[in-house]
């Protein structure tokens, strides 16, 4: 009887083991088929891939964006690379990338899927989503933010206090070194709770430590290996533990957080002066109520929201780290900004967006910041709504293309000195703001950021607020700063520093 057990489990075991040969066979050769069709189907070239895996070995996996301006100087402007059996096309500088977004529009307006966002938001939402749950909300999201920034100037008038909290703040510091981070992000998160809410909270609320603590984890999550680790493989992640989870568990927190805000919201409205975003997204929900098509509800209430929080509320604290980071850099950069501060605004009144067309050499600055930090050098992924012919070659409806902005916003053709902080890039020979077509921080077309008034307004005002009172150094001095941001998965992040505020 043993020795009977002994070979069925043996026979089992090769049968095992055939099977999973076989399979991994079929897989290869299906990969490999489906390779060879797409160079019949005139695909955009690229290196050839590894079954199963690839082109994952190719890749700089912390700096992609750096492998594919390096893989574009062989395959050119258009290219194809695959991230496992996954098949992906990248479109490299300033034309290319222009002639997609802006000349055929509609037709690169899809969102590819990024699992673990979708997995997130669970589909609801404007940031992933298509068709006319994208419409609809777009639209709506892109007026709502206009209105509040430039139209009734309330978002304005929450950043110029959330200026003088920040100030407050950097007083107490009574001329120590500091780390930024922390407090910037603050007052970012603010901003976009001032927005949402309709109300700031004190730095040391706790309800907003809990709120600043989810965001944060969540979003070191969906930046870590896990986050990435889970796009690669989200079927099988979604079956296995691990530290992925507490990404899910962040975000379902997060969104009870913000349908406890929606409720209160309700109690309290009055249609007749809608305070903040939720009271404005409330009323269109009444008012298509009885539409069948309209996606307006609960669930896309929340998830958009949080997809404010998520765009908006680190990018522009880093911009802003980044942008006192560089005048620390360049102390006569900053004497400049100063000096125009002074002479526009005074020591006295707050800065206002009206100031921002008198300031032309802060304006500059500004952008030259936005453009050097590359804050989103991948973009996010868009993808083929239809059958495109692009460029001479054929991308199929549903494939995934990566715009690239780190090569628009690094284009030899269109900057004088890319890789280097040059104001002058935005300025004419008279000194006056001069605009770049390649200024593509926000990216373009159909599917640029809802948020790009909102994410100026708040650097500008911030920015100009903080130079206004203070004079910024660095403990060891300008030399001992490196500016070269740091890839982190979607976002580039400056390097950790200690700045010192000095009253003026």
Known sequence: DFVTLSTSRGDASMELIVTLALGAFT???????????????????????????GNLLQLDRKALFKSFVKLSKTYGPVLTVYFGVKRVVVLVGFKTVQEALV??????????????????????????????????????????????????????????????????????????????????????????????????????DPRFAHLLHLLSEMLSGVRGPWGQLYNTFPKLLEYLPGPHRQIFSCAEQLADFLMEEICTHKKTLN????????????????????????????????????????????????TLRYALMLVIKHPRVQERIQKEIDAVIGAQRHPALEDLKAMPFTNAVIHEVQRLLDV???????????????????IPAGTTVIPLLHSVLRDEEQWASPDSFYPQHFLNGDGSFKKNPAFLVFSAGHRSCAGESLAYAEIFIMFTSLLQKFSFTCP????????TPVPSSFANIPQAYQLIATPR
């Open 271 to 318: 249609p007749s002066c809608p305070r903040d975003f939720i009271d404005c997204f409330l009323l269109k929900m009444e008012q298509e109520k009885d539409s069948s098509s309209t996606e307006f509800h609960n669930n896309n209430m929340v998830y958009t929201i949080l997809g404010l929080f998520i765009a908006g509320a680190e990018t522009t604290s880093t």
């Open 103 to 204: 000349d055929k529009a509609e037709q690169f307006a899809g969102r590819a899927p990024i699992p673990v966002l979708s997995r997130i938001n669970k589909g609801y939402g404007l940031g992933t989503s298509n068709g006319e749950r994208w419409r609809q909300l777009r639209e709506f999201t892109f007026r709502t933010l206009r209105d509040f920034v430039t139209g009734q100037k309330r978002t304005e008038q929450s950043i110029q206090e959330e200026a003088k909290h920040l100030a407050k703040e950097l007083c107490s510091a009574e001329g120590t070194p500091c780390e930024p981070t922390n407090l910037l992000n603050l007052a970012g998160c603010n901003v976009i709770c001032s927005l949402v809410f309709g109300e700031r909270f004190d730095y040391k």
């Open 27 to 53: 897989l290869v050769l299906a990969v490999l088929l489906k390779q060879r069709r797409t160079v019949q189907q005139n695909f955009p070239p690229g290196p050839p891939p590894l079954p199963v895996i």
């Open 476 to 483: 060891g001095g300008p030399h001992s700063l490196d500016v």
């Open 376 to 394: 989103v050098p991948m973009n996010l992924p868009h993808m083929a709504t239809q059958n495109i012919s692009f460029r001479g070659y054929t």
